[in-house]
Each structure stands twice: as structure tokens, then as C-alpha cells.
């Protein structure tokens, strides 16, 4: 069965170093998305991506956050320069239909990001 | 930002029994209902959805109600097995968007 790939597992970095989290979504998938879960608090959506650009973003996707399809498979959150409030769990998720179809989005096992 | 709310953050039912998972919200612009089975250390898993347009949408074990005058909606699993044991979101999106909104989660233990 085709699942959401992640890498890392988990990542620690210093405050203000840049960092790069891995997605590879099903194949046959058209939209990507990353969410985020602090310890403790309920699943956030961070952004939206379809045909090459951003289709959504929430406030928290500032511009220390940014996303990129590099090639046919990968799906990229890039932090510029962390902050001890990024510490959380990453997940990418992808669906083959976006809103105005079924919106089952399946899930990545996460990255955790720890920033010390 | 409480569009989506677990009321129950845990539930505890004997193997073979109806677990029943509770979620409301407040947003009337949501068109479409999901929920996710979670284990630790791992990503939500999709279980069952439902559209705005049905009232009830089963899935073996799992069956999902609606009701949109309420604004309410949960999941009956039937019977509960061990393996049912997890933490459980509901999550909605609204029309002209799929962003999912995500409640805090309930953990059902399901014990023998």
C-alpha cells in the first residue's frame, strides 16, 4: 500500500541554523500539505501546495517558513533560522483531490524537530 | 481557536463493546468531516470521512454520524478490539479550502 514517506525521523539543531525536512507523498498525489504538532496541542495546518505554488498558508507560515517540489517526488519545509518555538512534530500530508472532492489527506509518520 | 472540540480527552471500553467518540464545532462553513486514528510516534492514520450532504457513512467497525443542526458528529466502533487502542482527531475542512481543522483528540483504551 503507498504511503507518505518522511526524513528525518527526527531532527535536532542549534537556535537560528536553517533546516530542511523531507517528504516523499504518494505518487499518484497532486496536492501537499505540512502540519505541525507541539507537545501537548492539537494537529496545526502550516500550508498548501498544488501545481507548483503555495494554494494556502496559515499565520504561522511566516517568511522563515518556505516549501519546494525540487523534483517529481520530493516535497521540502524549509526553517531559515529556527527558534526554540519551532520544537514540534512535522507532518506532510498529500490527497490526490483537493476541496470540492474527497479530502481524505493521508499522513507522513512525522519529523520530529527538536531546537535547543 | 476552537472550531473544532474533543469534549472527552479519554474513554476507556471493554473488548467487544461500542466505543462512541464525540466532536463538535462551530463553524458552519465546514463541508466535510474526517477522523484519524494516531498511535505515538506516528502520523494520523485516516479511518472515515464524511460529506455534509449524508447523515451516516459506515465503513466495517467504524460508522461515522452527523448531525448538522447539532453541529456534532461520532464515531461509533463496533465492536472495540485491543488494537483499537490509540489517541483519536477529528479534523473538518470547509468549503473553498482544504486546510484541516483538527480537535485536541481523544485517547479511547480499549481493554480485554
Known amino acids: 500500500e503507498p504511503e507518505v514517506t518522511q526524513t528525518p525521523s527526527h531532527q535536532v539543531t542549534q537556535m537560528g541554523q536553517e533546516v530542511i525536512l523531507r517528504c516523499v507523498p504518494i505518487s499518484n498525489h497532486l496536492y501537499f500539505y505540512w502540519y505541525r504538532q507541539i507537545l501537548g496541542q492539537k494537529v496545526e495546518f502550516l500550508v498548501s501546495f498544488y501545481n507548483n505554488e503555495i494554494s494556502e498558508k496559515s499565520e504561522i507560515f511566516d517568511d522563515q517558513f518556505s516549501v519546494e517540489r525540487p523534483d517529481g517526488s520530493n516535497f521540502t519545509l524549509k526553517i531559515r533560522s529556527t527558534k526554540l518555538e519551532d520544537s514540534a512534530m512535522y507532518f506532510c500530508?498529500?490527497?490526490?483531490?483537493?476541496?470540492?472532492?474527497?479530502?481524505?489527506?493521508?499522513f507522513g509518520p512525522g519529523t520530529r524537530l527538536t531546537v535547543l | 481557536d476552537q472550531q473544532v472540540k474533543q469534549n472527552s480527552p479519554s474513554l476507556s471500553v471493554q473488548e467487544g463493546r461500542i466505543s462512541i467518540l464525540n466532536c463538535d464545532y462551530t463553524?458552519?462553513?465546514?463541508?466535510?468531516f474526517l477522523w484519524y486514528k494516531k498511535y505515538p510516534a506516528e502520523g494520523p492514520t485516516f479511518l472515515i470521512s464524511?460529506?455534509?450532504?449524508?447523515d451516516k457513512n459506515e465503513d466495517g467497525r467504524f460508522t461515522v454520524f452527523l448531525n448538522k443542526s447539532a453541529k456534532h458528529l461520532s464515531l461509533h466502533i463496533v465492536p472495540s478490539q485491543p488494537g483499537d487502542s490509540a489517541v483519536y482527531f477529528c479534523a473538518a475542512s470547509a468549503m473553498g479550502t482544504d486546510k484541516l481543522i483538527f480537535g485536541t483528540g481523544t485517547r479511547l483504551q480499549v481493554f480485554p
Open positions: 500530508a498529500s490527497t490526490r483531490v483537493g476541496s470540492g472532492g474527497s479530502n481524505e489527506q493521508f
Open positions: 463553524n458552519s462553513m465546514f463541508d466535510y
Open positions: 464524511i460529506s455534509s450532504i449524508k
